[in-house]
């Protein structure tokens, strides 16, 4: 088992920054990549970035060149480098490990990320 905890969101405004952390405990060997969804009430969740334990990254068009992700595997953390947030950025982030092995996949509680004024 894998446990994640996020941490980091909040209220920003417009074109403001906001940095979220994951850090992941238990059975770290296990994980393949890791990475955040989103999700709001009116949409499903969804992909935003990932990275391979190769340090592969893949980025969701709409967030390109604008997030960011790192991993340290000394700490066994993720963090996204969230900049030029936009309203439509506002969702709930999920922290997500993929296992390596078919279907374990393991979720954080997720963080609210709110861009408004």
């Known amino acids: 088992q894998v446990q994640l905890v996020e941490s980091g969101g909040g209220l920003v405004q417009p074109g403001g920054s906001l940095r979220l952390s994951c850090a992941a405990s238990?059975?770290?060997?296990?994980?393949?990549?890791m990475g955040w969804y989103r999700q709001t009430p009116t949409r499903e969740r969804a992909l935003v970035a990932r990275?391979?334990?190769?340090?592969?990254?893949y980025y969701t068009r709409s967030v390109q060149g604008r997030f960011t992700i790192s991993r340290d595997n000394a700490k066994n953390t993720v963090d996204l480098q969230m900049s030029g947030l936009k309203p439509e950025d506002a969702a709930v982030y999920y922290c997500?490990?993929?296992?390596?092995?078919?279907?374990?996949?393991?979720w954080g509680q997720g963080t609210q990320v709110t861009v408004s004024l």
């Open positions: 997500h490990a993929e296992g390596r092995k078919l279907g374990d996949d393991y």
């Open positions: 990275m391979s334990n190769g340090g592969t990254t």
């Open positions: 238990g059975n770290i060997r296990s994980i393949a990549s």
